[in-house]
């Protein structure tokens, strides 16, 4: 079996240090010949460098773009945040296959996105959504009926929207079953992620938002189903890791040998399901809408969002604020007309969406730091 070259995009961050324990463990299955990395630890980078002695390597979006331009097998990117958009397109344009994990690209860029995407170009990395493009091999398009998003409920699950008015950021970081980044663990705190990963599905595999559900799965073992039209439903599982979706970002179609380790299955276990509490966490519904009004819409939330988390990292806001501070700025966004997006376009929505939800937080902080 030849060798892939891959270039890794945020090699510093939780999805580039897992697919470089990959390479490391299946060096006459993976290459690296690219890495770039945002710059928050230049050390770390220093070392990937040192160690993998990649072709190119580079800090900063730009670095990223160029990379993901690059000749190789797959590009996998996993940046965080509405910076990945240039390198997803460069990717596409290259031809290359894009091991996808950076989510708010293909979400913010829509069909600016999917338009450039050859047929299988985009493999999901997100488990949910690495879940779903494997349960769909069990039946052809006109068969499913319905895909099933898992969500664990994030560390505030059964809690009432009043019980999150004073939870603090120590708290929204301690996710129960996932250790990731900062940003997206609290958004799996406020379930914006998982409001994010219904636009996602629903671009990857053409499925129309009512055919698309959230169910609250507490251990996170089982990743994701898809429903036919027969009655199955296929479900994928394992114990909660990201090595399984990174290592099929990689290998798609194939397989990694013991990229994880399996369940245990003479163990007894439990598996619960629980409808998703919208009143509470109204994330999920908020970003339905978004999906559905198209064109930048979902740029606006997913931008909005990010601007909020800072605020909420910084102390600037509550933790509640997040959500409703997103969908004013939601409201307040006049989607364009036309059907057809431009870089330009998606980059100006984002910049509104941002300017639009610092505007709103200042008042929200001022009212935050007032003494009772």
């Not at 059964?158 to 999150?164: C, H, I, Q, V």
Request: net charge negative; charged share 20%.
């Amino acid at each position: 079996m030849t060798a892939r070259d891959i270039v890794i995009l945020g090699s510093t961050g939780s999805i580039g240090t897992q697919a470089l324990d990959l390479v490391r463990a299946n060096p006459d299955r993976f290459r690296v010949v690219g890495l770039t990395a945002g710059g928050s630890n230049p050390e770390l980078f220093e070392a990937q460098v040192a160690e993998f002695a990649p072709a190119f390597s580079g800090l900063g979006e730009e670095a990223s773009t160029e990379a993901a331009g690059r000749e190789c097998d797959v590009v996998l990117n996993g940046i965080t945040g509405a910076v990945g958009l240039r390198p997803t397109l460069a990717a596409l344009d290259a031809g290359t296959t894009l091991a996808l994990a950076n989510k708010e690209s293909l979400i913010m860029g829509g069909s600016l996105v999917t338009e450039r995407a050859k047929p299988g170009q985009i493999v999901p990395v997100d488990s949910e959504h690495s879940a779903l493009a494997q349960c769909l091999r069990a039946g052809s398009p006109g068969d499913v009926r319905r895909l099933v998003l898992t969500a664990s409920g994030g560390p505030f699950r059964g809690r009432t929207r009043d019980d999150l008015a004073d939870v603090t950021l120590d708290e929204a970081l301690q996710h129960p079953t996932w250790s990731m980044g900062p940003v997206i663990t609290i958004n799996s705190a406020t379930l914006v992620n998982k409001g994010l990963e219904v636009i996602e599905a629903h671009l990857l595999f053409g499925i129309p938002f009512d055919r698309i559900d959230v169910v609250v799965h507490p251990t996170s073992d089982v990743h994701s189903m898809v429903e036919f039209v027969d009655g199955s439903t296929i479900l994928q599982a394992s114990p909660p890791t990201m090595m399984i979706p990174i290592a099929l970002g990689l290998a798609w179609p194939d397989r990694v040998p013991d990229a994880a380790p399996a369940f245990d299955w003479s163990t007894p276990s439990t598996w619960e399901f629980f409808p998703l509490d919208d009143e509470a966490f109204p994330a999920v519904s908020l970003a339905r809408t978004a999906g559905e009004l198209g064109g930048t819409a979902p740029a606006v939330y997913n931008a909005a969002n990010e601007a909020c988390v800072e605020a909420f990292r910084t102390g600037r806001i509550r933790f509640v604020d997040i959500i409703s501070t997103v969908a004013d700025v939601l409201a307040a966004h006049d989607v364009p007309s036309g059907e057809h997006l431009t870089v330009d376009d998606v980059l100006a929505a984002d910049a509104w969406a941002r300017a639009e939800a610092s505007a709103l937080i200042a008042p929200k902080q001022a009212q935050k730091d007032t003494p009772a």
